[in-house]
């Protein structure tokens, strides 16, 4: 029997061994960050290296790193209050502290009025399609985007950042909001004085170092062209389903999207259909976003792009990483293909 394949990488990715590594020699340190003594120092240093570690990974040198839980405490740190527009290809964790009254065209492109009072994602989880930041944008959810594209935080031109360590290698339950110096926010969770006044609670240490060593690897990746890679391998499975499925739809194709990623969208034969019937073949892949892909209904991503309800519930994701080869996913392709003929010879 043939070891199942995962093909999920933008819901998560398998924890790299720098990371793992990182967060086991974290674990002896004993001391919260925020006492005085020894203990409390060295586990302050810790986080602090981590912290500078991360700042250079993400091109942040000179922002503020605001450690939390993950994205989505970040997107509430950023958003809250602040009276937000954004269109509606938004990740839930954002557009629900906003208003989503913007556009989106049929490519997936968000129509910008103000960017100081706009928050726009960099890549969309569900298609891989990227958007053209402008200068003097308030937030910008760069959690798909950091450890696949080239990115620097500083060149940008925004107020503030946000991601996730679990999407780029690291552990799950760490994120980090990246603040342009000079700006304040108002805590959302009150308590102590930790991350600078603008996040309260005992910092996670084992996933701050976790996340840390899972960037540094990642722009290791980046430098040495292994992404590139991903790109090909992407576009040799997409070749071959394109080849078998003229009426599927290669969501993004024609733009610039993320390198790993395939949205597909064959009218009529339901994304939860196809998850399940490619579980069972052994392949672990998505119906959009792994936030809200155990909702049975249409993605609001492609609804917002035009697609009708039926397309709209009918779109597979497919995301891929550094660790998938060749072979993986012309096995998918093959077994994808056998139950595409068995649905299109039902109808």
């Known amino acids: 029997m043939r070891p199942r394949v995962y093909l999920d990488w933008n819901a998560t990715t398998p924890l790299r061994p720098e990371a ?61 209050g602040r009276g937000l527009h954004c269109g509606d290809v938004e990740h839930e964790a954002v557009s629900a502290w906003c208003a989503t009254d913007l556009g989106v065209n049929a490519v997936g492109q968000v129509a910008v009025t103000g960017p100081e009072t706009t928050a726009l994602q960099y890549a ?79 910092e996670n240490l084992i996933g701050i170092a976790g996340f840390a060593a899972a960037a540094e690897a990642a722009a290791r990746d980046l430098a040495n062209g292994v992404w590139e890679r991903v ?9 071959a389903l394109s080849a078998a499925a003229n009426e599927t739809i290669s969501v993004g194709k024609d733009g610039a999207r993320l390198p790993n990623t395939l949205c597909l969208v064959t009218p009529g034969w339901k994304g939860e259909t196809q998850v399940m019937q490619m579980d069972l073949a052994g392949f672990a892949v998505s119906a959009g976003s792994a936030c809200s892909s155990g909702k049975v209904k249409a993605s609001r991503v492609l609804r917002a792009m035009g697609f009708d309800e039926i397309a709209a519930a009918s779109a597979l994701r497919v995301s891929i990483g550094p660790d998938t080869t060749e072979d993986e996913v012309l096995r998918f392709a093959d077994a994808w293909i056998a139950h595409y003929r068995k649905a299109r010879a039902r109808v």
Do not use: Y
Request: charged share 20%; glycine share 12%.
């Open 124 to 202: 969309n989880s569900e298609t891989g399609i990227l958007q053209t930041l402008p200068e003097k944008l308030a937030v910008s959810d760069l959690t798909q985007a950091f450890g696949k594209l080239p990115l620097a935080f500083n060149w940008l031109g925004c107020d503030i950042g946000l991601t996730s360590a679990h999407k780029l290698g690291g552990p799950k339950g760490i994120g980090a909001l990246i603040l342009r110096r000079g700006l304040d926010l108002t805590a959302q969770l009150k308590g102590g004085g930790q991350e600078m006044g603008r996040r309260a609670g005992t």
């Open 20 to 80: 793992r590594a990182a967060m086991v020699a974290a674990m002896d340190v004993i001391g919260n960050p925020s006492s005085v003594h020894a203990e409390g120092r060295a586990a302050k240093s810790l986080m602090e290296k981590a912290r500078n570690q991360l700042a250079t990974a993400l091109g942040a040198d000179g922002a503020d790193i605001v450690f939390t839980s993950g994205a989505t405490e970040a997107a509430a740190l950023a958003c809250a």
């Open 231 to 239: 790109a090909e391998i992407r576009n040799i499975l997409e070749s």
